[in-house]
């Protein structure tokens, strides 16, 4: 694959932006980044040339505008996710709870809906429980210094106890009844376009995905709390001193991976109009998925977004390649994705992690 | 607002409920408000249902159907279990079995995967009578019932084969007359979805030789966005009727037909009535009457004639499956349609026409 | 004279420790007044204090003249105090300006945004102004301590300080840089500033204080003129007595060769070569010292010859095996024994106990480890005797490594390391944190191995220590042996230059190129950045 | 995510806290655990309608969930009811200790890990790689050997599969790690995707037991099967399988405090600085304490089918990820292992008493596990509590007795 290296630094700029640490992981990056469009650019080659062949299902699949629209669709929860959990770690709180978030939210979101009717109003109660969450794993981990990991993994087996559980008291079983849900909004003329016009016909979740990572990308690049937040989790010490409260600073950034976190589950039920409670429930390791988009997007928003469109397009295509029968038994490609998360890991390695993620700051502790 | 009401003891509070498509009309997983008589209820019945639980508007609500009505009909009392678990089953069992206070007359063991823990519990439990649903254990105080789900889907095969191939359009859906696919999504692959497969494929066929139906397994009976994905595939694909048997997953089928303005097939109920919110898109739907069985099971355990060691085969003769058409597009479907599907039946019936169980 | 700042009376108590006992302290405006103390005398804690970190236990601080209280460093910052700590404050992956402006952003679209020119145009401004040379651009981890100390000032000043505090800032720093540093603070002070500095070195303060006040054991023992003042008298008042340390070693019998190092290259963890093709020889009974201001590579050549770094090129030989890709436990157990540099991180596990750190290292041998069981009273027996021959104080081996005073942690490291009747003994900093009686204890250790034949290689930043015990010396600068020297025939200030980078004159340099400088008339070891 | 640091941390402040502190803690945490849950109950109570005959009173309110009924249940059930007379050593009790059997190894596998400093969520797909494997290993010898000789050598037989097996697949993130710096949250968390995915792949085609509907492997022979001493075997427990389990316990906790090879992984395991410099070789840790932990979650996949279902069958309960919580309840510490796992095993087997006598949702367990891990991981609260507490005693003894401290006549 001689045109990878040529390739890799176009591909690679959204993840090697401003953040990225070191020279070696930066290049690891870049390098998978190439192999990966060189990949592609062969598969679609590939693919115009053998129409017929296995590599043209492939390319295919993937020049479809379908699988872009899926994709789009099944990255919100991820993405919104790994939003949250990039202003938490980047604060210094791991929160391995984001899985607990998304289920708590995409429970409330339809049963606000359902009671109220309102789909937004659903949609801002999924984001409030959510939120409350993400309060109470603040005060244990900022104000009782809990271990991050245990509380975070505490957080996930609340929610996941707590929605069926309610869903059980209220609704009788594990799942909720369907609830309306809001319609998709297309942009005129731009929806028409080939291909990107999957951009412009989508769910409202789909632009307010948009919108929330143009904005953590601003707030990160541009702002005063952008600024505080990384500095709180790279040297709570420095920030301090510089008279700006670390644990204040942590609040907002635990509060507000809640927020985001709650977002992306409540897009996810209320996109679906139902709950679904049984065993690891509708939200089904997602926001596990989102920890992995966000260190492989190495903290930035748009890595994590672009990141999280690999994973839920590789889903979006096994979906697809089902229909295609190419020979490939079902169960094997629906665990693509996974696969495609080891080897992808496996190439690029470590992740620099904030210097003081996963450390508790006390002021004025020597 | 809830909580204990009414001041008197034999004041009934009718369950608080969910929508009527949360399947379900029970307020827990556990009711025992059958009127009250003063010799207690005509019988004790314990359900255990199958991992997925309620509301998942298809199997395990359909079952509990049966129940509902045996409580209302006959003033039995009834108890429920839902395992998430497969080794649960047996634990579920051997209490109801084992229970003294109330002592339950008949297990309801819905879903095949409850047969191995069965076959067990019917022999520590000999005194005690069981149903099962989906699959059989040859036990002497064991009723089962199987359903011939090819029959049915057979004949749902047939109406999108036939559908498909015209232009037609009704609710919120339509039809492309040159579109030459129907889609079939499924939950976790097992023999018994194969055998959904299978019919549906053949009656595909029956209608059509040119028609393929692209299949999709999202290997899960509760993941309703997966279903959405796969439907949404299959319709992008030119497919515009797409058939589940895939319990809740197929929430999200509706769904997606919605979002297509193309349309779907239900199963195990008719879900046009269970899921009113997608009636617009559901032509029909292969019912499975499990709500049946588990009733008929109960009216002998309460009329004294329970047997056991018999497995009732249901196919459409028995109206053990059927394809109902859906509460409101049935109206809408051609007749030749109807028609062809009518004759269909009549002719698996008579045994003119063999369906597949499995896939060829 | 107006005076600056006052602290009286304070006090600060932490949990069985008084760190401060009514400390008083004047600093008139637009002076350098130097704080002086030995270890754990209480320094940082009182500047803390004034900078808002603690709360005192009693006692009162004024700037200006009046009152103040300090809840958090927010409200001395606003007090117009500045503090440098003796581990920078900065964020690693951030920019010069980004770390400079931190906490105090110019904003603009109402506070939307940062207002980035604005920010580097003041950090340009403010530099020029005092003469500082920093890249506003740059990132934190790119640059030099130097200029990472001058980021710290400008911090300071850029919240506009009028009182800066800067604890232990030479520590780091090279003799040359300690130069520039103490003409930034002339320039301070003569733009009005005052500084306060902490330090332990006599010759600093005296050179760059007008007054010094000297701490001992949290109390303020005398607070001196700079001008007025000799070193003997500011030594007697930090210690409390007087103070000889002076190494009486008898000439080395050296024998073999041990180890050798040749042409070793070795990376650091950010790719950069920090040591670049050194080479080394030691024998028995002979001490091989090296020198030079940290970072310079001397931490990554002794973790690459001990094992805990692979040299990316090179040999190494040990007992003359070719060990270059042995593991770290093949070196320990052929007679490698290693006095680490950071105790905390490598030397101890923290929450074992003595038992339990007296066999790190040694788990798998069989003497403690019969058929890979642990054999834990041999091992209890075997810490109860490094306790008591070492005086580690608490003496009960079920104490936790963590709750040992450092000097005690150090104590015990040396006795375990010498207990292995090791070959080769590789001392980082020994006696860095301890003691006095400590230090002349480990020292006389080291000598009577290094009688035994014991090869050593000896690493330190003071100069006393490597030149006291070493009998040849090298000079490490920039991953380089700038020279190599016998310690006896060379001045402390000849070593300062070629630990400040400056090369030997040509003749030396020739010198050290062909025959090395020897300890005893034994023959060559190399010098050598020339391969 | 920096796990290994963190997984360090936690250690270093369990180590910290004495093991009566622990106890303490742990059992501070359980019974705030209730009282929470409790309160949910009530809550939930509020939210259903019943009958006012049904109903119980507190505070002058009606509710509809009895939480004393709920926790009764939930404990004295799940222990067949020992106060009331009828006890019998098959009933609900068995199943108790039946689950206690499987977290015990599921535990075990986190701990090993957790105190090699490795964050191993992937015992529950090890578990399921474990529990094919076993199956399919003894159905392909079972025909060579029978009775009571087949089930002596099969049941070594299948554990040893399980555990190679499951140790295989444990190592794939430890190889990972170690070589490839790949975080093994992430990789084991994917990996358990897979191993569902293989596995039922697997068992839907090549490996499927032609006469059953389900996805599930030909039933193992009897005797091929934990054999069921004084337990009668009804619920599926065998007191063999617990006391392998009793066994592992045992051998875990000697080997991690009385061998080398547990000396290397506990202390790579807190300071792996500190383990390099003593000579550990790291990447060789990381690779065996997975490989270990790894065949502890696939003995527990073993146990699984050799004493529970008799056969494999796609979808294991989660077991895997249970082991998670009864390790760190356990302070990672082998023989808190076992108690954890028995208090683990009567909420789960609890769970179905409290679901089959109350209406009350049985995901309340689900929610109390998670109320018990979030109290754990906050020593602090409870410390601070308990200071309060200690405080205001002194300050009693000092207003009463007015006389300074060290001139006491006590
Ligand atoms: N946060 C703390 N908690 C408990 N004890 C402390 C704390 N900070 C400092 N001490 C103790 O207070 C004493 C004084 O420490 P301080 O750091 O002020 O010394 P110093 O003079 O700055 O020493 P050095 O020259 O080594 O920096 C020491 O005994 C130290 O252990
Ligand atoms: N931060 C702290 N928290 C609790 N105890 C501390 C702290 N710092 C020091 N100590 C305790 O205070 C005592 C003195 O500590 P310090 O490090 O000042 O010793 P030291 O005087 O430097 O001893 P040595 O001369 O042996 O190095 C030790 O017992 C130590 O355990
Ligand atoms: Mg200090
Ligand atoms: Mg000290």
Redesign the pocket.
């Known amino acids: 694959m001689s045109e990878a290296p040529e390739r890799s630094d176009a591909a690679s700029e959204p993840e090697s932006a401003p953040e990225s640490g070191f020279f070696e992981q930066y290049s690891a990056r870049a390098l998978t980044a190439g192999v990966t469009v060189a990949a592609i650019v062969a598969l679609l080659l590939g693919g115009w040339l053998f129409p017929d062949s296995i590599v043209g299902t492939f390319a295919d699949v993937l020049t479809s505008e379908n699988t872009l629209s899926a994709a789009l669709r099944l990255s919100v929860p991820i993405a919104f996710a790994a939003l949250g959990g990039i202003f938490s770690e980047k604060s210094g709180v791991i929160n391995i709870g984001l899985e607990g978030l998304l289920i708590i939210s995409a429970f409330t979101a339809i049963y606000v809906t359902d009671v109220t009717g309102g789909v937004w109003i659903g949609f801002g109660g999924g984001i409030l429980a959510s939120t409350l969450l993400a309060l109470l794993f603040a005060v244990v981990t900022i104000e009782f210094r809990a271990d991050q990991i245990i509380a975070g993994l505490a957080v996930w087996l609340i929610a996941l106890g707590l929605a069926p559980f309610a869903s059980q008291v209220i609704y009788g079983g594990p799942n909720t009844p369907t609830v309306p849900t809001p319609g998709a909004i297309s942009v005129p003329v731009l929806a028409e376009i080939p291909f990107f016009g999957a951009l412009f016909s989508a769910s409202p979740s789909v632009y307010l995905l948009f919108l929330a990572v143009g904005l953590s990308w601003y707030v990160f690049e541009r702002t005063t709390f952008g600024r505080w937040v990384r500095a709180s989790g790279e040297n709570p010490k420095a920030l301090d001193t510089a008279g700006v409260s670390v644990a204040r600073v942590r609040y907002a950034a635990v509060l507000l991976s809640g927020v985001l976190a709650g977002m992306g589950g409540s897009a996810l039920s209320l996109d679906l109009g139902q709950f679904t409670g049984n065993g690891p429930t509708m939200v089904n390791g997602k926001g596990f998925i989102a920890i992995v988009a966000y260190l492989f997007g190495n903290y930035n928003p748009i890595g994590a977004f672009l990141s999280t469109m690999l994973f839920a397009g590789l889903d979006a295509m096994q979906t697809v390649l089902q229909l295609q029968g190419i020979g490939i038994p079902r169960q094997l490609i629906r665990i693509t994705p996974f696969v495609v998360v080891i080897v992808v890991l496996a190439l690029v390695g470590r992740t620099r992690i904030p210097e003081a993620a996963g450390e508790h700051y006390e002021s004025g502790e020597? | 607002s809830g909580g204990p009401t009414g001041g008197t003891d034999t004041a009934t509070d009718a369950p608080e409920t969910g929508d009527g498509d949360s399947g379900g009309d029970s307020s827990g997983e556990e009711t025992t408000t059958a009127e009250p008589t003063d010799d207690g209820p005509a019988a004790n019945i314990g359900m255990v249902y199958a991992t997925g639980g309620l509301g998942d508007g298809s199997f395990n609500d359909q079952a509990q159907q049966g129940a509902l009505q045996a409580e209302e009909e006959l003033g039995i009392s009834f108890n429920e279990a839902q395992p998430d678990e497969v080794s649960q089953f047996s634990t579920f069992q051997q209490q109801f079995a084992g229970s003294t206070d109330p002592n339950y007359d008949l297990v309801c063991c819905i879903g095949f995967l409850q047969a191995d823990a069965l076959s067990d519990s019917a022999e520590s439990y000999p005194e005690q009578n069981f149903m099962l649903v989906d699959s059989a254990v040859d036990a002497p105080n064991v009723n089962n019932y199987v359903f011939a789900e090819h029959e049915g889907s057979y004949l749902a095969g047939l109406m999108a084969s036939l559908l498909t191939t015209q232009e037609f359009s009704a609710g919120a859906g339509s039809t492309a007359g040159d579109s030459t696919n129907v889609g079939f999504v499924g939950g976790v692959e097992s023999d018994l979805i194969q055998k959904f497969e299978a019919g549906f494929v053949a009656g595909v066929q029956a209608g059509s030789d040119d028609v393929d139906v692209s299949t999709n397994y999202t290997g899960s009976f509760n993941d309703p966005a997966a279903g959405k994905e796969a439907a949404t595939a299959m319709y992008n694909s030119g497919a515009d009727i797409v058939y589940h048997a895939a319990g809740n997953t197929g929430t999200g089928v509706f769904q997606a037909a919605q979002e297509q303005e193309k349309f779907a097939i239900g199963v195990d109920r008719d879900q046009s009535i269970t899921k009113p919110s997608y009636s617009d898109v559901i032509l029909g739907s292969m019912v499975k009457r499990v709500d049946t069985a588990v009733y008929t099971s109960i009216q002998s355990v309460v009329e004294g004639n329970f047997e056991g060691g018999n497995t009732s085969e249901l196919g459409l003769d028995q109206e053990g499956v059927a394809l109902v058409y859906g509460d409101q597009l049935g109206s809408e479907i051609p007749q030749d349609v109807a028609d062809q599907v009518a004759t269909a039946r009549e002719d698996i019936i008579a045994g003119d026409i063999d369906v597949p169980s499995s896939p060829q | 004279m107006d005076t600056a700042v006052h602290l009286d009376g304070i006090t600060k108590r932490?949990?069985?420790?008084v760190a401060n006992d009514d400390v008083d302290l004047a600093v008139e405006r637009g002076t350098v007044h130097a704080l002086l103390g030995e270890?754990?005398a209480g320094k940082t804690t009182l500047m803390n204090v004034l900078y808002g970190l603690y709360e005192p236990t009693s006692g009162q601080v004024f700037v200006d003249d009046a009152e103040r209280r300090f809840d958090s460093p927010r409200d001395a910052i606003d007090a117009g105090i500045g503090m440098i700590h003796q581990h920078f404050m900065l964020v690693d992956p951030m920019t010069v300006t980004e770390n400079i402006t931190l906490g105090n952003e110019p904003k603009k679209w109402g506070g939307l945004a940062v207002d980035r020119a604005a920010a580097r145009e003041a950090v340009v401004e403010l530099s020029e102004r005092y003469g500082f040379d920093v890249d506003p651009d740059a990132r934190i981890e790119d640059v030099s301590v130097g200029e990472q100390q001058r980021v710290e000032i400008l911090k300071a000043l850029y919240r506009g300080a009028d009182v800066l505090i800067l604890d232990e800032p030479t520590a780091v720093l090279t003799p040359q840089e300690v130069e520039e540093l103490f003409e930034v603070l002339e320039e301070l002070t003569a733009q009005g500033k005052t500084i306060i500095f902490i330090t332990h070195k006599l010759g600093e303060a005296m050179r760059a204080a007008d007054e010094i006040t000297v701490l001992r054991d949290g109390r303020n023992v005398g607070t001196v003129d700079a001008e007025g003042t000799t070193r003997e008298n500011l030594a007697e008042l930090m210690v409390g007595r007087e103070v000889l340390l002076d190494v009486d070693r008898p000439p080395a019998e050296t024998g073999d060769v041990v180890a050798s190092v040749s042409d070793i290259v070795v990376e650091d963890d950010r790719g950069v070569r920090a040591v670049d093709e050194v080479s080394l020889e030691v024998r028995e009974g002979e001490v091989f010292g090296i020198a030079g201001v940290d970072g310079n590579g001397q931490s990554e050549l002794i973790e690459a010859l001990t094992g805990l770094a692979a040299p990316e090129a090179g040999r190494i030989e040990f007992l003359n095996e070719d060990v270059t890709d042995a593991s770290r436990r093949q070196r320990i157990e052929s007679g490698m024994a290693y006095i680490p540099e950071d105790r905390q991180e490598r030397g101890l596990v923290m929450d074992f106990d003595l038992v339990e750190n007296g066999l790190l290292g040694s788990q798998h041998s069989p003497e403690f480890g019969p058929n890979g069981r642990i054999d834990w009273p041999a091992t209890r027996e075997h810490a109860e005797s490094i306790i008591e021959e070492y005086d580690v104080r608490p003496p009960n081996p079920d104490s936790i490594s963590e709750?040992?005073?450092?000097?005690?942690q150090q104590k015990f490291i040396v006795g375990r390391e010498f207990s292995r009747d090791p070959e080769l003994v590789v001392a980082a900093h020994p006696t860095r944190?301890?003691?006095v009686g400590?230090i002349e204890f480990i020292h006389e250790r080291l000598l009577e191995l290094r009688k035994e034949g014991v090869a050593i290689v000896l690493i330190s930043s003071k100069l006393e220590e490597v030149q006291g015990l070493s009998d040849r010396l090298a000079v490490m600068y920039e991953g380089e042996f700038i020279d190599v020297v016998d310690p006896a025939e060379t001045t402390e200030e000849e070593l300062g230059l070629l630990m400040a980078g400056e090369r030997p004159d040509a003749d030396a340099a020739q010198r050290s190129e062909q025959s090395v400088p020897q300890g005893d008339g034994a023959d060559a070891a190399t010098g050598g950045e020339h391969a | 995510m920096n796990v290994p640091d963190r997984v360090r941390a936690v250690l270093k402040r369990l180590a910290g806290a004495s093991a009566t502190e622990r106890i303490l803690i742990s059992t501070a945490a359980l019974v705030l655990s209730i009282l929470v849950g409790a309160v949910l109950v009530l809550i939930a109570g509020r939210m259903t309608t019943c009958t006012a005959s049904e109903a119980v009173y507190y505070f002058g309110t009606g509710f509809c969930y009895d939480p004393v009924v709920v926790f009764d249940r939930l404990f004295l059930g799940a222990l067949g009811d020992p106060l009331s007379g009828g006890w019998s050593p098959d009933g609900q009790f068995s199943v108790t200790l039946r689950e206690t059997t499987l977290l015990l190894f599921t535990g075990l596998s986190v701990a090993l890990a957790f105190r090699a400093g490795i964050f191993n969520i992937g015992t529950q797909g090890q578990m399921v790689v474990g529990a094919l494997a076993t199956a399919l290993g003894v159905l392909w010898v079972s025909p060579l050997v029978s009775g009571v000789v087949g089930t002596v050598l099969l049941v070594p037989f299948g554990v040893l599969v399980g555990a190679v097996f499951g140790g295989l697949y444990g190592a794939i993130p430890g190889l990972l790690k170690a070589y490839a710096d790949a975080n093994e949250v992430i990789t084991t968390i994917m990996l358990n995707f897979i191993a569902t995915g293989v596995t039922l792949y697997l068992v839907s085609g090549a490996f499927k037991d032609p006469e059953s509907a389900a996805n599930q492997t030909v039933p193992l022979p009897e005797y091929a099967q934990f054999p069921t001493l004084f337990f009668g075997g009804r619920q599926d427990f065998s007191l063999v399988a617990l006391a392998f389990g009793v066994v592992a316990v045992g051998g875990l906790y000697y080997l991690l405090e009385h061998t080398a090879f547990g000396y290397d992984v506990r202390t790579s395991g807190i300071q792996p600085d500190a383990a390099e410099y003593g000579g550990v070789d790291a990447a060789r840790t990381i690779v065996a304490s997975l490989t270990l932990s790894g065949a502890l979650g696939g003995i527990a996949g073993a146990m699984y089918v050799m004493m529970i279902l008799g056969t494999f069958q796609t979808g294991l309960p989660d077991y895997g990820f249970d082991g998670i919580t009864v390790s760190i309840l356990a302070g990672n510490n082998p023989l808190g292992v076992g108690i954890a796992a028995l208090l683990f095993g009567v909420l789960k087997s609890g769970t179905t008493v409290v679901q089959f006598a109350t209406d009350v949702p049985p995901q309340l367990v689900g929610v109390l596990r998670g109320l018990i891990i979030l109290f754990v991981a906050m020593p602090e609260f409870f410390r601070l509590v308990g200071k309060r507490v200690t405080d205001t005693g002194s300050k009693v003894v000092a207003t009463d007795g007015g006389r300074p401290d060290g001139d006491s006549d006590e």
């Open positions: 020597e | 932490f949990p069985g420790v270890n754990g709750s040992l005073s450092g000097g005690n944190g301890v003691d400590s």
